[in-house]
Each structure stands twice: as structure tokens, then as C-alpha cells.
């Protein structure tokens, strides 16, 4: 086996354990193979081991790589969303993850409505309310995922979250369970698609075990499959 599908057969093992663990249904986890600055030949492996959900951050390279990977996979967009780009993005992507704001979610769901169909999102939320970070403020949310919830040609399945980074998972965990309460909260006034079974889309490569723990039902991770990812500053 290559060494993608070994550390993905890694992952997947480790999030069916840290999910029994936690008292939740095994299956109850999906994972977003988070495929950023991967090229197709690489993905493909990751297909060749039957995964077939992967996560894109950059619109212009998503629409290079997904057609070479046929009609196979699903593909959920992670990355900053801006309204010139909502066409495009809502044509390629089964899910957009990173719904933060009214303007772009009206732009989606005109987009989803001129091509004939329902887009699924997930509203992301600036959990610990960073200056510089993307997602609607959680105070804001709950106007938001109400106007959300007129939008005919959108359904909003949850929340996603980036938290502040740290080192230590450990840290990341008051923010995955604030994220559960907002999105228990919202449940409650039935803002969501499906309020039984509520999205929460949290956790990456370093934290995801913690995600899980603190009821994650989608995690990102990219560097525990693929690899580091070559940094900015990198020559190359
Ligand atoms: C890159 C990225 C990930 C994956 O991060 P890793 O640390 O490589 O697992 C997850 N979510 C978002 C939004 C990302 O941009």
C-alpha cells in the first residue's frame, strides 16, 4: 500500500476508536480528506484506498484537480468565500463549508437556484472571536442561519469552526464544545436541514481525536494523509 493509504488507513482507525471511546456510533464520523496543494496523482491514491471525500481551499486549483478525479468523490470547499466567486463554487462542490456572512449566502443560493439545484452548507463560526479569523461572530449566528433558513436553494446541515491554534489539542477543546452548544442551541429553534442530526464541522490533523471526543460529526485533516504541505516562505 502506498504511504497516503497506510496513513490514511491510520486515521480512519483512529477515528473509529476515539469514536467507540467516546460512547457514539462508529460510521458517526465522516472525514474531509483535506487535499490543499496535493496534486490529483496523490488524491487518487487516496481514492484508490475507496476514500472518496476530500476538501479543497483554493477555488482556481479545485477547478484544475476535480475534474481529472472524475465523478467519484465528494467535494466539500474550506476555504475563504467571496461573492465572484460563488458561481463557480456553487457548480463544483457538493458542500461549502465556510458560509460566514448574509451577502455570500444570498449570492450562493442565487447561484444553486439558476442551476436547477439545492446546495448544502454549513455556517462557519469565528469561535474564538479572532480579529483576523473568517466566520460569522457566535453571537451573530443565530440572525444569520435565520435568513439562512429563507433561502430556498440553500440547506444549512451545521456549523464549521476553525479555533485559535495551539499546540497542545488540549486547548482546542472549550471552543469544539462551545461549538456543540451553539449548534444544540440552534437545533433547539430548528435553524438546520435536519435538527436531529446536526453537523459539526471541527478538528484538524492535531486535534481531531479532542474534536471527536466533544461530538465532531466532520473533521478536516489534511497533513496526517498527505503530508506537510509546503510553506509559504518555502523555495521551491
Ligand atoms: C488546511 C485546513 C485543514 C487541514 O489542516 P491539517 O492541519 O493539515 O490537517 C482543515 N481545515 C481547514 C479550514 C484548512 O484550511
Not at 189 to 210: C, R, W
Not at 213 to 233: K, M, N, W
Amino acid at each position: 500500500m502506498s504511504s497516503i493509504g497506510i496513513r490514511l488507513q491510520q486515521v480512519l482507525r483512529a477515528i473509529t476508536e476515539a469514536t467507540v471511546q467516546a460512547g457514539r456510533e462508529p460510521g458517526s464520523v465522516k472525514l474531509v480528506a483535506v487535499s490543499k496543494t496535493v496534486p490529483a496523482t496523490l488524491v487518487q491514491e487516496a481514492m484508490d484506498c475507496g476514500h472518496m471525500l476530500f476538501g479543497e481551499n483554493y477555488l482556481q486549483e479545485a477547478q484544475e484537480k476535480i475534474p481529472l478525479l472524475g465523478a467519484g468523490p465528494s467535494w466539500h470547499f474550506i476555504g475563504r468565500l467571496q461573492s465572484n466567486k460563488c458561481r463557480d463554487v456553487a457548480a463544483l462542490f457538493n458542500m461549502v463549508e465556510t458560509v460566514d456572512r448574509l451577502k455570500v449566502a444570498q449570492r450562493l443560493n442565487e447561484c444553486a437556484g439558476a442551476l436547477d439545484r439545492r446546495l448544502n452548507i454549513l455556517v462557519q463560526v469565528n469561535i474564538g472571536e479572532e480579529a483576523q479569523k473568517a466566520g460569522v461572530m457566535p453571537d451573530e449566528t443565530g440572525p444569520l442561519l435565520e435568513s439562512i433558513a429563507a433561502c430556498a436553494h440553500l440547506s444549512c446541515h451545521g456549523l464549521m469552526a476553525l479555533p485559535p491554534y495551539f499546540d497542545k489539542p488540549e486547548a482546542s477543546r472549550p471552543y469544539f464544545r462551545q461549538l456543540r452548544q451553539l449548534g444544540q442551541q440552534f437545533a433547539h429553534k430548528e435553524l438546520f436541514y435536519n435538527n436531529h442530526q446536526v453537523e459539526l464541522s471541527m478538528g484538524m490533523s492535531g486535534d481531531y481525536i479532542a474534536a471527536i471526543e466533544e461530538g465532531a460529526t466532520i473533521i478536516r485533516v489534511g497533513t496526517a494523509i498527505f503530508g506537510a504541505r509546503p510553506q509559504p516562505g518555502d523555495l521551491s
